[in-house]
């Protein structure tokens, strides 16, 4: 019973975070997703939220399946490869990828996000590795002239490294504050 309380008040407070007019452009960052023909193909909004960040992603005209997604370390976004958004955000090296892995510390690691057969998919997760500006342990997005989120062409297994397995950068944005 406490545990499903405990549950309950961490989603009411997420919630709160959410709707709450105190999540101004601060508290913000947004993106839009460009594909690897520079066309715009959806939409990243990152708020800053107690203990991390909430993250929702929009996405259309991608190919239907399940996609890797990673905080990259760079705010750039340059088509088709989109290596100029460099590695994982981290605090730590060496680099050990992996939401599975034992010695897992990729502070850019996130869930999958899968895409319907119409080629559209949205997902809104929450990440305790990051933060959106400087003040906490966490890799801060918008620190060192801020970030990116890097979708790729496969799933990531957690485990594999450096990317889980997930393959060539399909899409990016980057991470701007606002909203």
Sequence with gaps: MKTGLTKALAAGLLLGVMA???ANAADTATGTLVGTKGTDIGTVKVTNAPGGVV???SVHDLTP????MHFHEKA???APKFTSAGAHVHTTKPVVHGLLHENANDDG???NLYVG???QGTV???STLVS???GSPRAALLENGGAALVIHAHPDDYITQPIGGSGDRVACAVLKAGS
Excluded: F, M
């Design 65 to 68: 399946g399940w996609h890797g």
């Design 76 to 78: 750039s976004c340059e």
């Design 109 to 111: 690691d996130l869930p």
């Design 132 to 134: 959106l500006k400087p």
């Design 55 to 57: 993250l929702r992603v």
């Design 20 to 22: 709450s007019p105190l």
């Design 117 to 119: 057969p119409d080629g």
């Design 124 to 126: 809104e997760l929450y």
